[in-house]
């Protein structure tokens, strides 16, 4: 799973005021079968929380079995026009098709048309990606369904603009690219990996992916307003998008079986009640893949994936429930739209949320966590036991010379950032604010966060552990859905080649959905940073990024790091006497200094 790193930050350190007014009463007893709490209580919390983050419309379904017990949609899919939002209601449900693209891969895996275990050139003759690592597996349709494949998360240029590219010049552009980790070694998210799946299924059925999907798919399972491609049929339908209350353009995706579909709850209900029969919605013919491999762990024990679990594209577990056993999910941010997809496979029970506003992801798992067990309760007649949140800490002491071992400058959520000693504690700075860190044990701490600049408030529910894995020293934060490493960076020596390259950089952003601007290559205690801000068109404000690199010649340096983004290979593109810096599909070209740094 992707995370928006200044969310994640936020959920770290943020106090959410609630309002006061009173939940549902809960009854006495529950009847098997009886969705009437679930119903008046969801009511309640949607729309508490549609006032509280300013969401204009949101549309949710719960699925038990082969029925849809109820869906509903809240606020307006177009505020302008006045249009209320229902199940009907047609929304971008971004990385959740994946799933979709996951199931169709699993289908002609049952036809005998793919082998998911066979490498991508099987099928992509032409393939090719750089590769510095030595002695590694192939990259196959099991590592790209469940990104193992080493693959860059994402080609930034080009990925949101109005006129994409397709999905066969895309995957000729990956050329350019280089691997971030040897396949099948450790989970690192990738669109890009999606993308050369959807190229695969375009190969074998020798129809564009759209279509395929539409005919051998969609239209089967009763999915009469979805499509990886906006139709007359379905824009009749299609939810406006907000942030900060306003409309935001909904510029396409060029990497369409990643994260392009158009759909509403009352079809994933459909795509649900299919995953739980094995049947079509429209003509009961059997078309479901093998579930247990959907939903069975892949590449289980590699100890770079800290005990992560991902299906074939389905995410498992790492979601705080008081429901026994995983929970599978998965959410999609399309922007400004968002969704989320949970489900129990062996209760036969599912979730579906879409919103029209992009500020639903601050609350969007929650709400799914919290239908599911309602569902579970009110299917079984049983209530589950509350969640009991740790109270407390016992603090211990850590010798000086083993918290000086931790000191040092670490990639934090793509940036560079410190953690350093405060008296007998650490301390870490993350976008401005500052967490103290509480040692539990000689290598755990718990962050705590001032509030009002004078309050100190444990995080209780997570956890930051200092640990060494296959040499690379790291940081642990455990208690979001999945963990984050944080690399410690090591100490090298910058040559005269690469600080003669120091000074601003400028690139053409133009037809993308963001700016880059006062991009700026420099060293920081010893650290070869490439500085940027990095701000929506749409927005008024940007985030800045400091982005360490680690050279591996004078021509080529790694995006410092494990996480999505990181291990990416930055590159030096001579033109005749002058160089750029490649990244990402991004040319980066010197500016004259006696030009001012204006950057489209």
């Not at 017990?69 to 229902?86: M, R």
């Not at 059925?205 to 999915?223: H, I, R, Y």
């Not at 940007?542 to 004078?554: E, Y």
Request: hydrophobic residues 40%; neutral net charge; glycine residues 8%.
């Amino acid at each position: 799973m992707k995370y928006n790193k200044v969310a994640v930050v936020a959920i770290l350190i943020t106090l959410t005021v609630t309002g006061c007014t009173s939940a549902p009463q809960r009854p006495a007893t529950i009847n098997k079968g009886d969705y009437g709490y679930l119903k008046e209580y969801l009511s309640w919390s949607i729309s508490k929380k549609m006032d509280q983050y300013n969401i204009k419309g949101l549309s949710i379904a719960i699925i038990d079995g082969q029925k849809i017990v109820w869906q509903k949609g809240f606020g307006l899919a177009d505020e302008e026009k006045n249009i209320p939002a229902s199940s009907k209601t047609v929304y971008r449900i971004g990385s959740i098709s994946k799933v979709i693209t996951a199931a169709q891969i699993m289908r002609l895996q049952q036809s005998g048309k793919i082998n998911i275990d066979d490498p991508v050139t099987k099928y992509i003759t032409d393939f090719s990606i750089a590769n510095r690592f030595e002695n590694t597996k192939p990259i196959t349709l099991r590592a790209l369904l469940s990104h193992h494949s080493g693959l860059p998360s994402d080609i930034l240029a080009g990925m949101w603009v109005h006129d994409p590219v397709s999905l066969s010049k895309l995957t000729d552009e990956i050329k350019s690219e280089s691997l971030t980790s040897p396949p099948q070694s450790m989970y690192k998210y990738s669109n890009i990996g999606y993308s050369v799946l959807g190229k695969i299924i375009e190969v074998v059925e020798n129809k564009p992916f759209p279509q395929v999907m539409s005919e051998s798919f969609l239209q089967p399972l009763g999915m009469k307003h979805s499509s990886f491609n906006l139709t007359p049929k379905i824009k009749k339908f299609y939810a406006e998008g907000y942030r900060d209350g306003e409309i935001v353009d909904k510029t396409p995706l060029r990497d369409i079986p990643a994260g392009a579909m158009l759909s509403n709850v009352e079809d994933m209900g459909n795509f649900l009640r299919y995953l739980f029969s094995g049947k079509s919605i429209s003509d009961n013919t059997h078309i479901q893949p093998k579930s247990n491999e959907i939903f069975t762990p892949q590449y289980a024990g590699l100890p770079l994936d800290f005990n992560h679990k991902i299906g074939l594209d389905w995410i498992i577990g790492g979601l705080t429930s008081s429901i026994e056993g995983d929970i599978f999910w998965h959410n999609g941010a399309a922007v400004p739209h968002q969704a989320h997809i949970s489900l129990l496979p062996n209760k036969k029970l599912g979730i579906v949320i879409l919103a029209n506003t992009d500020e639903a992801s601050q609350f969007i798992t929650e709400l799914g966590v919290k239908s599911l067990e309602l569902a579970v309760e009110a299917k079984f007649a049983r209530k589950l036991p509350e969640l009991v949140e740790p109270k407390n800490i016992v603090e211990v002491n850590v010798a000086d010379n083993i918290l000086d071992e931790y000191v040092g400058n670490y990639v934090v959520f793509g940036n560079m950032t410190a953690i350093s000693r405060k008296e007998n504690h650490l301390e870490i700075e993350l976008w401005g604010n500052k967490l103290n860190l509480i040692p539990i044990s000689n290598d755990t701490f718990i962050p705590q966060a001032n509030a009002l600049g004078f309050i100190s408030i444990p995080l209780l529910k997570y956890s930051l552990q200092f640990k060494t894995v296959q040499g690379k020293s790291l940081a642990l934060l455990r208690g979001l859905p999945a963990p984050f490493a944080f690399q410690k960076i090591p100490k090298y020596i910058i040559s005269e080649t690469w600080k003669k390259r120091l000074g601003a950089y400028q690139t053409n952003t133009h037809d993308e959905l963001f700016k880059l601007n006062n991009l700026q290559l420099e060293i920081n205690n010893g650290v070869l940073l490439f500085n940027t801000t990095i701000q929506g068109k749409s927005s008024d404000s940007g985030t800045k990024l400091k982005i360490a690199l680690t050279p591996i010649s004078d021509t080529e340096a790694i995006v410092t790091g494990l996480e999505n983004g990181e291990g990416n290979t930055v590159k030096i593109i001579k033109t005749g006497a002058s160089e750029n810096i490649y990244y990402s599909g991004f040319i980066f070209s010197p500016i004259d200094k006696k030009k001012l740094n204006v950057i489209e």
